[in-house]
């Protein structure tokens, strides 16, 4: 709940926010764009996008592939 | 890795699929079709829509908010 908090300032203050994560948080992000148009905003906001990725993460042996989301959250 | 074979399965077979899942799935979901579209899918499929919404489940005290994801991935 804190990051939709967040997230609902900065979309007070400055009009959009872009709630990103990687991996097992990918869940959480979507419940702070959902929270946030749907029970915190009054209305005022939408999503406007979602894009999905395949980022790298760690280095030689650890080396893997890690799903992320970048949800555009704005009026 | 089962869940995109299947996925892929049905890209090939009907040229469209669209993943769903609910909250702690989301990012499986997501890993989904970031496997059948950058991996398996051999350049041919590309994620075409992908949308996020509450589901209210369970009844009664045990009635919760979860958030779903819909990708639809195609040609």
Redesign the interface.
């Known amino acids: 709940m804190s990051y939709a908090m967040s997230a609902l300032i900065q979309l007070t203050q400055a009009g959009e926010v872009v709630v990103k994560a990687r991996?097992?948080?990918?869940?959480r992000a979507?419940?702070v764009?959902?929270i946030v148009t749907?029970r915190l905003g009054n209305g005022q906001f939408r999503?406007k996008d979602?894009?999905?990725?395949?980022e790298v993460v760690g280095e030689g042996a650890e080396m893997r592939?890690v799903?992320?989301?970048e949800?555009v959250v704005g009026k």
Request: a negative charge; proline letters at 0%; glycine letters at 14%.
């Open positions: 991996g097992m948080a990918i869940g979507v419940d764009a959902e749907k999503v979602i894009g999905i990725n395949t592939n799903s992320s989301i949800i």
